[in-house]
């Protein structure tokens, strides 16, 4: 790995392979290649200080993401993937080897717009309360999920990431969805009777 510096003054970092063909008769010589690996290292230089503000603020809090049941996910400034806890892992069939350094792949098209929108207020500082969505799994599913957002700070108080926190609520969608099933039954059996329908509360009153 090399570093430059662009026309811009800006630095870069490449991966350069070199190659000895001082026996090939053409070339009598090193060839090397380069890649632009400058967002990886950037990447990489930012998951570092989300480890070293974990250190800082509380060690005990890398273990609570690493355990949680809700899937957590820290993503850079630009939106990539910085950290997938086993919770995401297990909410979206997605090792983190597959997601880090990417954008996550579990956001419905759908809510694109609002999911991204979570993200930039989490990084403008802004903790991000709650909503309701869709999230895609691996193998194609939804299930339906709640997010909420929040910034990530370093000791001098500047956001360094965000982090998205994620719950699956399919099951508690579904029961609220029978509950009104029954509801609308009972409802249509009350009004739709011919005999005399009396309702009493658990007090045993009409």
Request: glycine fraction near 8%; charge should be negative; aromatic fraction near 2%.
């Amino acid at each position: 790995k090399v570093s430059i510096q662009a026309g811009d003054g800006a630095e870069l970092f490449l991966e350069v392979v070199a190659v000895n063909l001082l026996d090939d008769p053409v070339v009598q010589g090193y060839v090397a290649t380069g890649r632009d690996i400058t967002e990886r290292v950037r990447s990489m230089g930012l998951l570092q200080s989300l480890n070293d503000a974990l250190a800082e603020s509380n060690e005990a809090l890398a273990a609570i993401v690493e355990h949680s049941p809700v899937a957590i996910a820290a993503f850079d400034l630009a939106g990539a993937v910085l950290m997938w806890n086993p919770a995401c892992e297990a909410l979206s069939g997605w090792k983190a080897e597959e997601v880090v350094g990417g954008l996550a792949p579990t956001v419905h098209p759908d809510h694109g717009d609002d999911h991204m929108e979570m993200k930039q207020r989490a990084l403008a500082g802004e903790r991000v309360p709650s909503i309701e969505g869709i999230a895609i799994r691996k193998d194609g599913s939804e299930v339906e999920v709640q997010r909420a957002a929040a910034p990530l700070r370093d000791s001098n108080g500047e956001v360094v990431c965000g982090m998205m926190m994620t719950l699956d609520i399919s099951a508690l969608k579904q029961a609220e969805r029978q509950l009104r099933a029954e509801e609308r039954r009972l409802r249509a059996l009350v009004e739709n009777a011919d005999d005399i329908i009396i309702l009493i509360d658990e007090s045993h009153e009409l």
